[in-house]
């Protein structure tokens, strides 16, 4: 895949990805010459379909200082008459020139401006401070522990369980291993969220604990006793281990595009440089990407 080339390139990608319901979207796509038959590199890429007829619309990106001329826009649609693209859209960060304007529209070609601006409803749609904290952690798993109450002689017991040992259903059926049921907690959105919720970054240890487990029809979730056989109803389960808090912190700048209002953002998660993009549509619509590449 080509190298992406800039922020404000990732940027107009996020912002078309928020419009385009439906669509594809791709950043840096390698689009085939009808002349030459090779590769030319577009900088975003929508694919979609109107009715039963595919449509491509591509978009190019200019992160100047200075304001985009004719030069550009004639230099653009001579590479797009030779590329498959049903309509073009130019971007360009310091806007474009009166000519330029007029003779992209003599050609069909839409032409998009992100201009900084002030926006209280942006504001208000991010929080009073328009900063946003974004939170992940990443857990390991140090042991499993099993309770089980007592039952007729045998007094309550608590198992150290291995990610093979099987569960039960009460009439015996098998579940599976214990180790995929780990997995599936740790990958609740639920639970995660009831982690994470007052997580912060001197955290290094953490326990989920599921009181009364059952089973996938709601009965009882059992493990088999070697000694004496039976099968023992689980009365909790405990997963614990180290975790990783990482908080980041996207300081959000403000833009508009027509009635569109953009705020955008870019932080370090996990090593990996990320770019935020909440936009707020005509229609009221809220919405918010999130884009991740590896860190330079």
Known sequence: MPKRSNDFQRLIYLIRHSLADGATVTESKLMRDRITQKPREVDVVIEGTVGSQKVIVSVECRHHQRVADVTWVEQAKTKHDRLATNALILTSKA????????????????????????SADIAAMLGPDSTLWYKTTTLSVEYVKVDFPPIGELESETLVSHSENLLYTADGAVIGPIGALVNAALSDESAR??????ANEEHKWYTLTWETPLDPVG????????????????????????????????????????DLKIAWGKATIGGQDAMLVASIHPTGEKKISLDFKKAK
């Open 219 to 258: 009965g009882p979730l059992c493990m088999q006793k070697p000694d004496p056989p039976i099968l023992r109803a689980a009365d909790r389960i405990r997963i614990a281990g180290p975790c990783v808090v990482e908080i980041s912190r996207f300081e959000m700048r403000h833009a508009k595009h027509g």
């Open 193 to 198: 969220a009831g982690l994470l919720a007052d």
């Open 95 to 118: 806007g474009f020139t009166d000519e330029a304007r007029r003779v992209a529209e003599l050609y069909g070609i839409e032409l998009f401006t992100v201009e900084d601006v002030e």
